[in-house]
């Protein structure tokens, strides 16, 4: 999305993604109601912020498995996938700090 500062980028990038509750109006993503069916949008919507997105006081496994439940991964296999990935980025060492 492009568009002036003030014009309303992030509003709506929060709106569709659930950070924000829209005041007015209605929205689908995939055919999916933001109002209603939030889980099911957010795990076929992808949003890379322009500043670091990273919570200073999460570890990578923490900030993983938050992502992980937000898109809606099997709670049962969400350990085991986080593992999984953060050996596939050699970050393993790095996934409690």
């Known amino acids: 999305m492009l568009g002036v500062n003030g014009a309303g980028k992030t509003s709506t990038l929060q709106i ?8 007015s109006g209605s929205a689908s993503v995939a055919g999916f109601d933001i109002a209603k069916q939030i889980l099911q949008v ?5 949003y890379c912020p322009q500043f670091d997105p990273l919570l200073p006081l999460m570890t990578g496994r923490e900030t993983l498995q938050m992502f992980g439940e937000l898109r809606g991964l099997p709670a049962g296999d969400l350990e085991l996938i986080v593992a999984r990935m953060l050996q596939l980025l050699s970050l393993s060492q790095y996934a409690d700090k």
């Open 42 to 46: 957010r795990q076929r919507i992808g």
């Open 16 to 23: 569709l993604t659930g950070d924000q509750v829209a005041t």
